[in-house]
């Protein structure tokens, strides 16, 4: 019989812009404690800001998924993770050598050369937008389409593919998907690179996809740089599409801040960014880990081979590291918040991702003042469901 | 203020080039940090300060 005085993980949400209220009071009463899992397991939880940049810069915490004791998201993650490893797996110093080949591509000043191109995706994307008639729904008609077109140029696939890759990542990042689902979309994509990329080795272009088949050829197989390619694509997908969705559905329940954000400030852009990704904090699911020797978090032992989430909602709430947690406030010190994680395996696209975003809120909220949502916000479906939060559509009008 | 950077540690996240452009940089080739000025001016303290609070791979170190 499962021991119902450990918690029940995930939990649900009351509102769809705030972590599940039981995870702040687990992080005022108990901020490392146990948890149950969809397979029985009771990992620990961690749910406040300084224990887990503890753990997450711990190297006594493994990510490797094929480790007895990882907690895994779900039966397909598992059955999809153990099957395509890739360097989020990885512990150094094998972790390091794959991502330094990809860490060029995103450094700062690359990405910002970048930003006149995602500008003139992001306003063609709206030109086509206000020539047509509303309610459209902002996520396939914007959302989606602005880092999905930035992703296949950096990478080099051709956009024309995106309803397949894009039925794929949606598959593999479902928490509805059964173990079986989630390996096939996985594999259907991967078989698709594996051709891109043989393709790329005969003809390379200027993309980062032809970069690592040439510069790799002796160190890494097909079967490797496609995996690394699905995990790009798939990153780059699923993540700033949700941003932008939630985070324009968040900004026009703040009407007051959204008025202040479309004046164009580029400081208050900036971190309005910061403070969205914060309070939104979309990777919803925690990062997890698995203790490789006995270590001590806020005064609790974790045992080596046991499991710890960290749930970096909860710690982006923590009152001690942001006074006020639950108020959304676009001038707010937000830098150092934990939503692209945290350590060695912190988000390798940030810099990208924040971009895109700046583009984004900076342009479509000046361009199209009057946005608004076409239904009721209690119409809108949320992604309860997905490894990533956001909102299934957006019905918008202007 | 006094800064030193750890190659090895560093992941290439690419937080400090953009609080302090002019005290950080990063490799052309792996995007690895570059130290630029390892005794910048205190009018980027903060900066600098907040840089090594925020690096992931806790490559930066800072003395007074």
Request: charged content about 30%; aromatic content about 6%.
């Given at each position: 019989?499962p ?14 812009f ?17 948890v ?10 961690i749910?406040?800001?300084d224990d887990q940049?503890a753990?997450?810069r ?21 059955a ?20 330094r080949?990809l ?9 910002e ?22 309610p459209v729904?902002?996520v ?7 880092p ?13 593919d ?13 928490s ?13 994509l ?8 043989d393709r ?14 040439v ?5 890494m ?8 390619g699905m995990?790009?694509?798939?990153a ?10 939630l985070?324009t ?17 580029p400081?208050l ?53 942001f ?14 918040h ?10 390798l ?14 342009t ?29 559509e ?5 | ?6 190659q090895e540690k ?7 080039v ?15 940090v ?6 910048p001016?205190?009018?980027?303290d903060?900066d600098v ?7 992931p ?8």
């Open positions: 019989m021991d119902t005085r450990v918690p029940a993980y995930p939990m649900k949400r009351d509102c769809p705030d972590p599940p209220p039981e995870l702040g009071r687990i992080r005022a009463e108990d901020p490392v404690t146990r149950r899992l969809w397979d029985g397991s009771r990992p620990w939880l749910t406040g800001y940049r753990v997450l711990d190297r006594r915490f493994s990510a490797d998924v094929r480790r007895p004791g990882y907690p895994h998201v779900t039966a397909g993650s598992r999809r993770r153990r099957r395509s490893r890739t360097f989020i797996s990885m512990d150094e110093p094998e972790h390091g050598r794959y991502r080949m860490t060029s591509t995103f450094m700062i000043k690359r990405v050369a970048l930003r006149p191109r995602i500008q003139g995706i992001v306003d063609e994307l709206i030109d086509t937008m206000l020539a047509g008639t509303p729904d902002l396939s008609a914007f959302a989606l389409p602005v999905s077109l930035v992703i296949c140029e950096l990478l080099g696939v051709p956009y024309a995106h309803d397949f890759f894009q039925r794929c990542s949606r598959a593999m990042v479902s509805r998907s059964t173990p079986e689902e989630a390996v096939t979309a996985g594999d259907e991967k078989e698709y690179l594996i051709r891109l990329l790329k080795a005969d003809e390379p272009a200027d993309d980062l996809l032809s970069r690592l088949v510069e790799q050829a002796e160190t197989t097909r079967s490797e740089l496609a995996d690394m995990l790009l694509l798939v780059g997908h699923e993540t700033t599409a949700n941003m932008i969705a985070g559905l968040t900004l026009l329940q703040h009407p007051d801040q959204l008025a202040e954000l479309r004046e164009g400030d400081v852009i900036k971190s309005a960014v910061e403070e969205l990704l914060r309070y939104l904090n979309i990777v919803h699911s925690g990062r997890r880990r698995v203790a490789t020797e006995d270590v001590e978090v806020g005064g609790r032992l974790i045992r080596a081979g046991e499991g710890v989430i960290v749930a970096t909602d909860a710690g982006n709430r923590d009152e001690k590291a006074p006020d947690p639950d108020v959304l406030d676009l001038h707010r010190e937000a830098r150092h934990v939503a692209f994680g945290y350590g060695v395996h912190q988000c696209g940030q810099p990208l991702a924040r971009v895109e975003l700046q583009v984004v809120y900076g479509l909220y000046r361009r199209v003042p009057t946005l608004r949502l076409a239904v009721p916000l209690e119409e809108i479906r949320f992604k309860h469901d997905m490894l990533v939060y956001g909102v299934h957006l019905p918008v009008s202007w | 203020m006094k800064v030193s950077v750890d560093c992941i290439g996240s690419g937080q400090c953009m609080l302090a452009a002019a005290v950080f940089d990063q490799r052309d080739e792996d995007g690895i570059v130290l630029r000025d390892a005794n001016p205190s009018d980027l903060d300060s907040e840089a090594a609070q925020v690096c791979g806790l490559a930066i170190s800072v003395e007074d």
